[in-house]
């Protein structure tokens, strides 16, 4: 009894991994060989190590029967386990370990940046996505017109206007702080801001309750067939293969198709559930219809329509100013996914996506995207805000944009700033936030101030890196 006690407690809980890893090699390899072996690497760009190892596995077919010569691209115990000792003393090397380390080191050199491609999307190096040097000298002017940044060239006009602003914000949030002016603000023991979110005050809906209590339900087959006789939308979804179609899909299919995915039904039970249309001809409208942009262009249609109204426009707390917010929606994942992951913000045996969603004060939606459940959703302001037309949407010209905490990050504050946006998130906890002012905490705190900087900004590093190349997402 003693003896076994002793034997668990001294067993290496990374080689009993390792030994289960083992067992899921052939179910994992079966899955992600071909995939890897259609893999064409930026070889110049990418981890030389983790190159060589791929590149082995490629040539190989996926047949190892050694390791590659270098191994620096695992640990000193991951290369210790890839040899055991059998019982006549001969060292045999772990081939499907071995493996599992390469899948598990391919997956990490994605996300890290250290293995690039030259063909993808998302997974290229970074630099490609950047406005060449080149480029950017002989275009400088030009492309400042095209991204609507004229006004940022001179750093010390803007560096100027940012001191007087930011300087003018700390005495005014301190003396109404001192006069008793803001009860929503305090601070605890260690001087951490802490704000009181006011109560919202509820709109009386009893006026208008009476126009509506008539129509009890509207089917959204219904309401597609009245939006698209209104503001039509479906000549944007147009065929991705012209020289390919051949029948134009009816109306009833285009909603019937919009229905499955928007609502997450899905095109083959929309068609168990469905009269007279055939699962391939939903499917056909699916993959050759609606496509990420021709879905873009259809949703600007309806909201340029829904500009033109005047009823949306009672939800406008102000004419000269449009409000728009963005969150996230957890989406539970049963099949695999390039964009599911556990994540610890939710908790469960499941992969999860979140779908970031942006609308304005008059509920108009005007961005969305799925992003890994992992990430921040602060990794999507980029997109929503930048690239292609002003605000990546010619539509909707937001003056103040809010998210939750995950939606914040300082980049993101200082991109909203320079793209005219006001950015006001909801933060969580206001206090663990840092503070950053062009003058020193010690000079506020001689004017007997409470909420003071927590770091002074470095204005020589930002000079020296103000006229490089700036970045475009496409």
Request: aromatic share 10%; proline share 4%.
């Amino acid at each position: 009894m003693i003896e076994s006690l002793g034997i668990e407690t001294g067993r290496d809980e990374k080689t009993d991994f390792y030994r289960l890893w083992q067992r899921q090699s052939i179910w994992l390899s079966n899955r992600v060989t071909q995939p890897i072996l259609q893999l064409i690497i930026n070889q110049e760009e990418t981890d030389k190590t983790l190159f060589e190892a791929i590149n082995h596995y490629i040539e190989k077919k996926g047949k190892i029967t050694k390791p590659s010569k270098n191994l620096n691209w695992l640990d000193d115990k991951q290369q210790d386990a890839l040899h055991e000792i059998n019982e006549k003393g001969e060292e045999i090397f772990q081939r499907r370990l071995y493996k599992m380390f390469l899948f598990e080191a391919i997956n990490d050199g994605i996300k890290s940046g250290i293995l690039n491609f030259n063909h993808s999307y998302r997974f290229r190096f970074l630099e490609e996505y950047l406005i060449s040097k080149k480029e950017w000298k002989d275009n400088r002017e030009q492309l400042l017109m095209d991204a609507e940044m004229t006004h940022l060239t001179d750093y010390e006009d803007i560096v100027g206007v940012l001191k007087e602003n930011l300087d003018q914000l700390y005495h005014q949030v301190n003396d109404g702080y001192n006069l008793g002016l803001n009860p929503h603000l305090r601070f605890d023991k260690a001087n951490k801001p802490i704000i009181a979110t006011p109560a919202v005050e509820k709109p009386d809906l009893s006026k208008i309750s009476s126009y509506f209590n008539p129509a009890r339900f509207v089917s959204i087959l219904d309401l597609l067939a009245d939006v698209e006789k209104t503001a039509p939308f479906l000549h944007h979804l147009g065929h991705q293969s012209k020289t390919h179609e051949r029948k134009r899909p009816t109306p009833e299919t285009f909603f019937a198709s919009i229905i499955a995915l928007g609502c997450n039904i899905g095109v083959e039970k929309m068609r168990n559930i469905s009269k007279g249309i055939q699962v391939s001809t939903l499917q056909n409208t699916s993959d050759w219809y609606l496509s990420l942009q021709a879905l873009k262009d259809a949703n600007d249609a309806i909201i340029k329509m829904k500009n033109d109204l005047d009823l949306p426009e009672i939800h406008r707390n102000d004419p000269n100013e449009l409000h728009t917010a963005s969150d996230g929606q957890k989406i539970l994942n049963k099949k695999n996914s390039l964009n599911a992951a556990f994540s610890y913000k939710y908790p469960g045996f499941d992969k999860a996506s979140v779908a970031n969603t942006a609308v304005d004060e008059r509920f108009a939606m005007f961005y969305s995207t799925v992003i890994v459940a992992s990430a921040r959703e602060a990794v999507s302001m980029v997109d929503m805000y930048s690239g292609g037309d002003p605000l990546n949407n010619p539509v909707i010209k937001s003056t103040i944009h809010s998210t939750d905490t995950h939606g914040s990050t300082e980049v993101v504050f200082g991109m909203m700033h320079l793209l005219g946006v006001f950015f006001a998130p909801r933060i969580k906890d206001l206090g663990s936030q840092q503070l950053y002012g062009f003058k020193s905490k010690k000079e506020y705190a001689e004017l007997d101030y409470k909420l003071i900087p927590d770091h002074t900004i470095n204005t020589a590093l930002i000079e020296k890196h103000w006229g490089r190349p700036v970045g475009t997402i496409f």
